[in-house]
């Protein structure tokens, strides 16, 4: 019972973070390994993808607005492996 309420807690505090005008930083891994970043400033989201990322992931052009979560979801859908997204302090 308190796994769920800590998953509960800790994605409502991502979505709130990521939903708010001050800068956040992400990073994107795929089995432990860091092959991105999203970055969040002055309101806008951006991917960027380092040398040797998977090109399911580098060719993604959907929607990065929403929550964190769901779009590790997607990108994991798309990759066919789970993706995590770590936020970073800044």
């Known amino acids: 019972m308190l796994s769920i309420a800590h998953d509960l807690v800790a994605r409502a505090t991502r979505f709130i973070l990521a939903s ?43 929607p990065l607005d929403g929550d964190i979560d769901d779009l590790a979801r997607l990108l994991g859908l798309r990759l066919g492996a789970p993706v995590e997204l770590e936020q970073l302090p800044v």
């Open 20 to 62: 708010s005008e001050e800068p956040a930083l992400w990073t994107v891994s795929v089995r432990g390994r860091v092959v991105g970043s999203l970055v969040c400033e002055a309101g806008e989201r951006r991917l960027a993808w380092f040398d040797g990322a998977d090109r399911s992931l580098v060719n993604y052009a959907g």
